[in-house]
C-alpha cells in the first residue's frame, strides 16, 4: 500500500481525514485480481455478488481505500483489517483493535470519499451535482429545509441548496448508523451554521472540483467548537 502517503492520522483526535478518490471505469482482470487479497470472507461473498464489472471495481477500491487507509492507522497490513456490519449495513471496525476509530465511506459516479476521524461517529455522503431533484423536495425535505432552498432565486443557486441539505441529512442518517430506514421527514439539519442546536452534531459541506458535493456530519463527543478537515486525494495509479 506505498502509494498510500498519509501522514495526518496524529492529529485525528480533533480533526476528519477526508480523502477523494476516483474510480477507474474499467480494469484488467489480471489487475482486479491482484488486489483481491484485500477482501476477507465476508467480503467475498459480497464482491462475487456484483453482476456488473463497475460494480465489483466499486466495491473493490472501495475495501481497497478504506483497509488501506485503516491498516495505517492501526500500524497493521491491511489484508488483517477485519470490518463488521450493523442490521442497517453500516460498517465499524472489529473491536479485537484497541485503538478506536471512527469511519465512514460514501461513493457517487466514479468517485468514493472515505472519512476517518477519532472525534466521534461519522457519516460522511458525496453526490455528483449534475442532476435536478428539486422536484422531490417534498418528499424529503421538512418545510424549513425546503424554505431554505427556495430562499435562492437563482435556479443554479437553489440546486447547490438541494445538495448541501440532502448530503447532509445522508451524511447524519449514516452517522448514527441506520441510513434510509431513517425517515428523512423525521428530522432537519442546519442549512447555514455547521452545527446543530446543542452543539452535539458538527456539519461541513464543501464543493469538491465543481463536479461533486460532499457533506460531514461528526458526532461531538468532546465539545469541540471548531475541528478541522484534512483534505486528500488519494492516487491509485497502481490498481491498473
Known amino acids: 500500500?506505498?502509494?498510500?502517503?498519509?501522514?495526518?492520522?496524529?492529529?485525528?483526535?480533533?480533526?476528519v481525514l477526508l480523502n477523494f478518490t476516483s474510480i477507474p471505469e474499467s480494469m484488467p482482470e489480471e489487475k482486479l485480481n491482484k488486489f483481491m487479497y484485500i477482501l476477507d470472507s465476508n467480503d467475498l461473498i459480497q464482491f462475487k455478488r456484483y453482476k456488473i464489472q463497475r460494480k465489483k471495481i466499486e466495491f473493490l477500491v472501495g475495501r481497497y481505500v478504506l483497509k488501506g487507509l485503516l491498516g495505517k492507522f492501526l500500524g497493521v497490513?491491511?489484508?488483517?483489517?477485519?470490518?463488521?456490519?450493523?442490521?442497517?449495513?453500516?460498517?465499524?471496525?472489529?473491536?479485537?483493535?484497541?485503538?478506536?476509530?471512527?469511519?465512514?465511506?460514501?461513493?457517487?459516479?466514479?468517485?468514493?470519499l472515505c472519512g476517518i476521524t477519532k472525534?466521534?461517529?461519522?457519516?460522511?455522503?458525496?453526490?455528483?451535482?449534475?442532476?435536478?431533484?428539486?422536484?422531490?423536495?417534498?418528499?424529503?425535505?421538512?418545510?424549513?429545509?425546503?424554505?431554505?432552498?427556495?430562499?435562492?432565486?437563482?435556479?443554479?443557486?437553489?440546486?447547490?441548496?438541494?445538495?448541501?441539505?440532502?448530503?447532509?441529512?445522508?451524511?447524519?442518517?449514516?452517522?448514527?448508523?441506520?441510513?434510509?430506514?431513517?425517515?428523512p421527514l423525521s428530522f432537519s439539519v442546519p442549512a447555514i451554521l455547521d452545527e446543530d442546536e446543542d452543539r452535539?452534531?458538527?456539519?461541513?459541506?464543501?464543493?469538491?472540483?465543481?463536479?461533486?458535493v460532499f457533506s460531514i456530519a461528526v458526532k461531538n463527543n468532546k465539545g469541540y467548537g471548531n475541528i478541522k478537515y484534512i483534505v486528500n486525494s488519494l492516487n491509485l495509479g497502481n490498481l491498473y
Open 200 to 212: 452535539r452534531v458538527l456539519f461541513y459541506t464543501h464543493n469538491f472540483s465543481n463536479e461533486y
Open 77 to 112: 497490513n491491511p489484508s488483517q483489517v477485519s470490518l463488521i456490519k450493523n442490521k442497517y449495513g453500516k460498517l465499524f471496525i472489529n473491536k479485537l483493535y484497541e485503538k478506536e476509530v471512527y469511519f465512514n465511506l460514501s461513493h457517487t459516479d466514479n468517485m468514493i
Open 119 to 183: 472525534i466521534g461517529k461519522i457519516g460522511v455522503d458525496i453526490e455528483k451535482n449534475d442532476k435536478n431533484f428539486l422536484e422531490i423536495m417534498n418528499l424529503v425535505f421538512t418545510p424549513e429545509e425546503i424554505r431554505y432552498v427556495n430562499s435562492f432565486n437563482n435556479r443554479l443557486c437553489k440546486i447547490n441548496a438541494f445538495y448541501k441539505i440532502w448530503t447532509r441529512k445522508e451524511a447524519y442518517m449514516k452517522m448514527i448508523g441506520k441510513g434510509f430506514s431513517l425517515d
Open 1 to 15: 500500500m506505498n502509494n498510500f502517503q498519509v501522514n495526518e492520522f496524529s492529529n485525528l483526535n480533533s480533526a
